[in-house]
């Protein structure tokens, strides 16, 4: 048998082992036909391989246009409008939305199941937000349909620094989602938080009226011990007044 030895692409050799002293391939003469096969391949042109293309953009973060232009919502190019509700200090403040506004959920399921999913998000979001830059936040969410209190977070650094207030703060939203889930329109929620308040003055009333008449009481029975005392001691005068009465009160 005689083995066959690939020189090139293009030429193949058979010897001998026995007969043929070992090849040097550096000098095998290769036929000048193929040469030229060769540079007329490399002449041709090749057909370009498709290449990979760049990762869809996130609808949250950027838009694309038909030319595959990256278009990224800003306060000068706010292509999904501006977040409705959003503050700095005591004024409005203008943000343009990073993503679009969708509608409301047709269904109630979908809307709480949703909340839920949303809400823990955002805590996280929150968390990390106060965590890795050093911030004060305190968030709070509520939903009409809920049947457990509101859910908040407050940061660590704002609980260290000011607990009395955030205790303040914390009372205030509380008080604030009572009423509004308690109203089902925008004047019911007025009147529901003017019935909290008139709730809490009343109790106070009541309170202070408790120990006004507890204290009344008191009087009104020392004054009563006092005139039977007189009474006693001045029995045989009886031209003298041996009763003191107290305004609006009977006598004994």
């Known amino acids: 048998m005689c083995p066959i030895l690939k020189v090139d692409r293009w030429v193949w050799l058979q010897y001998t082992c026995a007969a043929l002293p070992p090849l040097d391939l550096a000098f095998v003469p290769i036929d000048p036909a193929l040469l030229a096969e060769d540079a ?34 800003s306060n000068q190019n706010p292509i999904y409008g501006f977040v409705d509700g959003a503050g700095r200090g005591n004024a409005c403040l203008r943000v343009a939305r990073v993503r679009k506004l ?9 809307a709480t199941r949703k909340f839920d999913e949303w809400t823990r998000d955002l805590l996280t979001r929150a968390e990390s937000i106060s965590t890795r830059t050093g911030s004060w936040v305190y968030i709070a969410v509520h939903n009409p349909n809920s049947r457990t209190p509101f859910t908040w977070f407050t940061s660590r650094k704002l609980r260290r620094e000011a607990p009395g207030l955030v205790q303040e703060v914390h009372s205030v939203v509380s008080k604030t989602m009572k009423a509004v889930v308690a109203g089902v329109r925008e004047s019911a929620t007025q009147l529901e938080a003017s019935r909290i308040d008139a709730e809490t003055r009343a109790d106070a009333a ?8 507890e204290e009344n009481r008191r009087l009104k029975a020392d004054l009563e011990a006092r ?14 007044i041996t009763q003191f009465t107290v305004p609006g009160s009977s006598s004994a």
């Not at 498709?50 to 278009?71: D, E, F, K």
């Not at 969708?102 to 979908?110: H, K, N, S």
């Open 40 to 73: 007329q391949r490399a002449q041709q042109p090749q057909p370009l391989q498709p290449s990979s293309s760049p990762p869809p953009l996130s609808p949250s973060s950027a838009s694309v246009t038909g030319s595959g232009r990256r278009i990224r919502p």
């Open 102 to 110: 969708e509608p409301p959920f047709a269904l109630q399921t979908d």
């Open 206 to 213: 009541t309170q202070h009226a408790t120990q006004v008449s």
């Open 227 to 240: 005139n039977r005392l007189l009474a006693s001691l001045l029995s045989n005068n009886p031209g003298v």
